[in-house]
């Protein structure tokens, strides 16, 4: 499914800090992480609120950037990245899925799951062609017409992961992808998650729900801006 090579590694976090000037006060969110996110990895990132895994989260994904250290995503330095350059690297590269869908209201689930490939010019064929075959692939063929409030919660966030897959990216970063489900609703899109990391598409998942972080293939626990394991 990745349009990257499969042997750079996702991510590469040497010493990466991220400080917040908040009223004149420097706010350490993270304080010196380092991590290494390999091709097909399926990682947990858990910690209690104010932990940084939000933080971390942002700078991995491309949305932010590292106050000091060095910060490589799909072997590229983010530091050296201008705004444009950023925001194609996040474009082809990462997918995300959040806890409250970010779906846009007035527009068709397959409108929807086109949308990340307006930016990459695409024309409108091929871009309702890409999302139809990707909600047949979250198992949403039948939901292609509809908009978000004829959808329940569980279809949405599949809509939401069809979204994030649609550019081919060799990452996905999900932030409380079960937070707004039921349980059963959950274990579902947690399943489809898996079947995902199984093509080879890096996962890494923010989650304060231990159930969740267990089925990772690695957990990350932060505290206080710092990996504490």
Known sequence: MSELATTTPAIVATDVTRTYELDGVSVPALRGVSLTVEPGDYVAIVG????GKSTLMHLLGGLDRPTSGTLLIGGRDVGALSPNELAELRNTTIGFVFQSFHLLARTTAQDNVGLPLVYRGAGRRERRERAAAMLERVGLAHRIGHRPNQLS???????????????????????????????????????????????????????HDRDVAARAHRQIRMKDGLIAS
């Open 48 to 51: 209690t609120s104010g932990s």
């Open 153 to 207: 919660g569980g279809e949405q966030q599949r809509v939401a992961i069809a979204r994030a897959l649609v550019t081919g990216p060799s990452l996905l970063l999900a932030d409380e992808p079960t937070g707004n489900l039921d349980s059963a609703t959950g274990q579902s899109i947690l399943a489809l998650l898996e079947s995902l990391n199984a093509e080879g598409v890096a996962v890494v998942l923010v989650t």
